[in-house]
């Protein structure tokens, strides 16, 4: 999951396996969350959002779980492949312009 | 479409120097935001224009610091002058609509102030 400090925690899964990230959000007005995957040297890619009326949101590969009661996002990625190895940032938003607040990352790494 | 541009990629300058990040928006967006990454503070907005109009420059950090967006297709981030602090990725993203959401990303101006 997400966390303050210079060391991104990291997550290291299996190729093939699925991986789940967590992120634990802060502003209970938030009612945009918004998942970006960043590789080495690149500038962050979006994956999903979802709106704060979901619980639930699914893409390729992919799937978004909001649980508002204790505000936590989770990113779900079946079937890892090395090129999903990456630093993933949750973000949330809220207010008429959705300003974002970013975690700080978690680095996924993903075992041949 | 290309996505985002920016330039340089890579900046190294002395402390005091004058330097200017340019950014060039994927074509019909209306949202452009300057971001900084460093690793102790992960990414801050700096400041993002809707429809070349600067609408929220509070994470400017100091005056040292300045963004325009002459046109729909261009933007600059200047920093005068440049300290060894400064230092930092610094990303142009663009988006469709007036609001944070979905953002493209450039792939960012490695800034190194010595």
């Known amino acids: 999951g997400e966390s303050v400090g210079l060391h991104l925690p990291t997550l290291s899964v299996q190729e093939g396996d699925n991986s789940i990230i967590n992120c634990a959000y802060s502003?209970?007005?938030?009612?945009?969350f918004i998942w970006y995957k960043q590789e080495s040297g690149k500038g962050p890619q979006f994956i999903i959002d979802?709106?704060?009326n979901m619980d639930k949101r699914q893409g390729q590969r992919v799937t978004v779980l909001l649980n508002k009661t204790v505000k936590h996002l989770s990113l779900q990625i079946a079937a890892t492949q090395p090129g999903d190895s990456a630093v993933y940032f949750c973000?949330?938003?809220?207010?008429?312009?959705?300003?974002?607040?970013w975690g700080l990352g978690t680095s996924l790494a993903v075992n041949p | 479409d290309a996505g985002v541009i920016q330039s340089p990629r890579h900046e190294v300058t002395e402390m005091g120097q004058e330097v200017t990040l340019r950014c060039k928006p994927i074509?019909?967006?209306?949202?452009l935001f300057w971001y900084r990454q460093t690793m102790m503070r992960g990414l801050e907005l700096l400041i993002y224009?809707?429809?070349?109009?600067?609408?929220?420059d509070s994470g400017m950090p100091e005056d040292r610091f300045s963004a325009k967006m002459p046109n729909a297709s261009f933007s600059t981030l200047k920093i005068q002058p440049s300290e060894p602090r400064d230092s930092a990725v610094y990303f142009c993203?663009?988006?469709?609509?007036?609001?944070?959401?979905?953002?493209?990303f450039g792939s960012g101006t490695q800034l190194s102030v010595l």
């Open positions: 993203a663009s988006s469709a609509g007036l609001t944070n959401e979905k953002l493209f």
């Open positions: 074509s019909g967006h209306n949202s």
């Open positions: 224009f809707n429809n070349n109009v600067p609408i929220d």
């Open positions: 502003n209970s007005a938030s009612d945009y």
């Open positions: 979802i709106r704060s």
């Open positions: 973000a949330e938003g809220a207010g008429n312009n959705r300003k974002l607040i």
